[in-house]
C-alpha cells in the first residue's frame, strides 16, 4: 500500500460528518495525499450500522463505500466508553439516550446518569477504529486508537463536537471541546488510529 499509489488515487472518507472529515484532512495533509468526502464524489449513502462493536461497523461501512467509489476508502467508528456505565454508550454514542435528542441534550442525559458518580469513578476513553478497504481482493485492515480521561460534571469548552465537552483528556486536564484542533490532533483517539495507518502504509512503502 505505498503512498506513492495513494498519492495518485486519493483516500475516500467515508463519512458525512464534517468535523470528522477535517480531522482526517489535517492530519492527511503532510503526506499529500488527497481526501474526498462522499460528496465531492457526488455519493449519497447512509449505511446502517448493525454491527456490535467498532470494528465490525468500521468495516460495514469501508466497504459499503469502496464498492461504489471503487477507490481506496477509510472508516472510522467511533465512540465514549464510561466505565462507571457499564462501557456505555459505546458503539451507541451517536443514538445514546435517543435518537429524538439533540448532542447538547445526549451530553445531559450522560451527565446526569452519572450525578452521583464519586471524581475517582469517572473514569472514560474515546475509542476509534479505523478501517481501510484498499482493493476488490485484499482484506480490510484495522487500525486502533485510545484517549484516556474521565467525565467532568459541566460541559467545558466550545470547539470540537459530540461528547468533547464533557471529557477532559488525562495529561493537559483539558476537554477536547478546550482544545484547538492542531492540538486536538495530538492527542485524541482518530489521530492515534490515522497515526497506527499512516506508520503501517510507511512501513510497506
Known sequence: MPILKLRKSGILVASNNEH???EIVDLLSPYAIP????????IELVVEETGTTFFE????????YYHIARIPTIADDSGLEVDALNHEPGVYSSIYGG???????????LLEKMKNVAHYLRTARFVC?????????E?????????????????????????DPIFEEYTTKKTFAEMTLE???Q????????????NHLLRTS
Open 35 to 42: 481526501v474526498f468526502s462522499p460528496k465531492e464524489m457526488g
Open 139 to 163: 482484506p480490510v485492515q484495522f487500525y486502533e486508537g485510545i484517549t484516556e480521561g474521565r467525565i467532568i460534571y459541566q460541559p467545558r469548552g466550545s470547539h470540537g463536537f459530540g461528547y
Open 187 to 198: 492527542i485524541s483517539h482518530r489521530a492515534k488510529a490515522l497515526r497506527n495507518f499512516l
Open 20 to 22: 470528522k472529515i477535517k
Open 57 to 64: 461497523n468500521a468495516k460495514l461501512k469501508a466497504e459499503a
Open 99 to 109: 435518537v429524538s435528542l439533540n448532542q447538547n441534550q445526549r451530553n445531559q442525559y
Open 183 to 185: 492540538e486536538k490532533n
Open 129 to 137: 477504529v479505523i478501517a481501510f478497504k484498499w482493493s476488490e481482493h
